[in-house]
């Protein structure tokens, strides 16, 4: 049994978080991973849920979309490549629950045309099926978790890293769309606040069209912060 831990141990994939908090390469089966290294986890995990709590008060929304413009998707790339395929979709299952039914963590809820950064704290509380965007948060769940599993991979530290946060944000879209088109089909009120020949028209216009120049800014600077970050690490490591 302790040689089967060991060798679960060293093979375990490596995320940025691993190398830069290392455990143990083998483990007794008695200790377990040990309070201090649960201590970290759940720091890591409520830092991080802070985290993307504040780049949804980033937040800017136009008139043709009921949908804001935030920065979240930056930190849901950011936090699956780091974190990896547990945690990341861990702290964004909790970002959620914590905007549903705690804390207004998500985005301001006005619906007029407006720029809004982080303070004064204007965040909102809802149930995600009652919102239109409340398909793209289901979709940071299962965004951070393709995102970290292909970091662990080592996606997250070479050319791949484009397209592992191309994928990452292709998965948010996917939820995305998929619920504000039911948002637009079956609600009169999101039908007629967005321009638009039919529902497929309307869900492009409202949940796509606005967000990809944005996006594609923010996967990039996504790319540099964990380039960068693994930079400094690897400087870190080898000069100690």
């Not at 290392?22 to 890591?44: D, F, K, Q």
């Not at 490549?81 to 301001?108: Q, W």
């Not at 292709?170 to 009169?188: H, Q, R």
Request: charged share 10%; aromatic share 14%.
């Amino acid at each position: 049994m302790t040689t089967r831990i060991a060798m679960t141990t060293q093979n375990r994939a490596q995320t940025l978080i691993d190398t830069m908090f290392p455990v143990p390469s083998i483990y007794r089966v008695n200790e377990g991973i040990g309070y201090r290294s649960l201590l970290t986890n759940m720091l890591l995990i409520g830092c991080f849920v802070g985290f993307v709590s504040i780049l949804a008060q980033i937040s800017f929304r136009i008139p043709t979309t009921t949908v804001p413009i935030t920065g979240q998707t930056f930190g849901v790339l950011v936090t699956g490549a780091v974190l990896g395929s547990r945690k990341g979709p861990l702290v964004m299952a909790l970002y959620m629950l914590i905007g549903m039914f705690l804390l207004p963590v998500f985005a301001p809820a006005s619906s007029d045309s407006s720029l809004h950064f982080v303070f004064p704290w204007a965040g909102s509380q809802s149930l995600v099926w009652s919102m239109g965007s409340g398909g793209y948060i289901v979709g940071f769940i299962f965004s951070s978790y393709v995102v970290g599993k292909l970091s662990e991979r080592g996606w997250d530290r070479n050319s791949r890293a484009y397209l592992n946060f191309f994928l990452g944000n292709l998965v948010i879209y996917i939820f995305g769309l998929a619920w504000l088109a039911y948002m637009i089909a079956s609600n009169d009120g999101y039908y007629n606040a967005i321009e638009g020949m039919n529902v497929l028209d309307k869900t492009l216009r409202g949940g796509l069209y606005p967000f990809v120049g944005g996006d594609a800014i923010k996967l990039v600077l996504a790319c540099m912060t964990i380039s960068s970050s693994w930079s400094l690490v690897s400087k870190f490591k080898s000069s100690s």
